[in-house]
């Protein structure tokens, strides 16, 4: 955190140093954008072939494979959720939510897409329908479905609190990702990684840089809709935070349920073709 009564004085030149124009990191110019209409067109006599319930304070795993749809579904009230994402062939592969966000900003909505890490660095998947792209950003620089939290974790609640709490979404991902698995809680948490905070409202204060969080703006029917790039396994939390408008890690306020669809549509998408992993040689300049 940025000290609001800094030791150093300012130099005479503070102002022109402050006054740099910014230079994007990574600009996406280069890359072909996904083909939205031809995605959308696919959906045209989808079939919903299975419907998975993550349960309010706990989460739920489920597959969805290559060329299918999956939807993160609000119903009984405002939730927001932990989503993680692996390849469903080699969970090594998995959701990069630092390279998203660098690719596509801190909070990502129709026409993003979820990158898995490295080596492999692809497409895991592309957001084709967000309900919630009207919010933008607000007044205090908060958006929807951020890339930047890490997700609530037992550790740190224990470091903040001194209290344990089983029921965080690092602990609810790792027990879906041990009963997908079928294998022990210590086997499965390496595997639990940063997520995509579905529906959840976050930004950075503007003169602290501290991440912050408000009452999301979801309400039932909302959705956020994925097109599966490649096989996926997915685990997603009912955060305990339900709304996040309070407080996290908490059996104190209302929680709600997190529904995930899955549809297969009756053709892919014209055109498409499940992206190969990352194409560098990986010889690393020897």
Known sequence: ??????????????????????????PVDGLAPPDL???????????????????????AHFRVPAGHFFRIVSVDGPQVGDLN?????DVAERFFSGKTRALHGTHVSTGDRLWSNLPHMRPMATITEDTLDWYGFDQYGGSVHD????????????????????????????????????????????????????????????DTGQYFMKATPVRPGDHLEFFAEIDLLGALSACPGGDCGSAHSSDAVACHPLRIEIYRPKAPPAGWVSPAPNAYPRTHGR
């Open 1 to 26: 955190m940025k000290p609001t009564n800094p030791e150093f004085a300012a130099p005479a030149d503070a102002d022109a140093r402050r006054a740099v124009v910014p230079v994007i990191c990574y």
């Open 37 to 59: 209409a031809a995605y959308r067109a696919a959906r045209d006599g989808w079939i919903l072939v299975e419907i998975v319930i993550a349960a309010p304070r706990d989460a």
């Open 85 to 89: 994402l692996w390849n469903a062939d």
């Open 147 to 206: 890339v930047i939290g890490t997700r609530c974790d037992p550790y740190t609640n224990r470091l903040l609190s001194g209290g344990d709490y089983h029921h965080c979404c690092h602990s609810n991902l790792t027990r879906a990702f041990a009963d997908a698995r079928g294998v022990a809680l210590a086997e499965a948490e390496p595997h639990v990684h940063d997520v995509l905070n579905v529906f959840m409202c976050t930004g950075f204060t503007r």
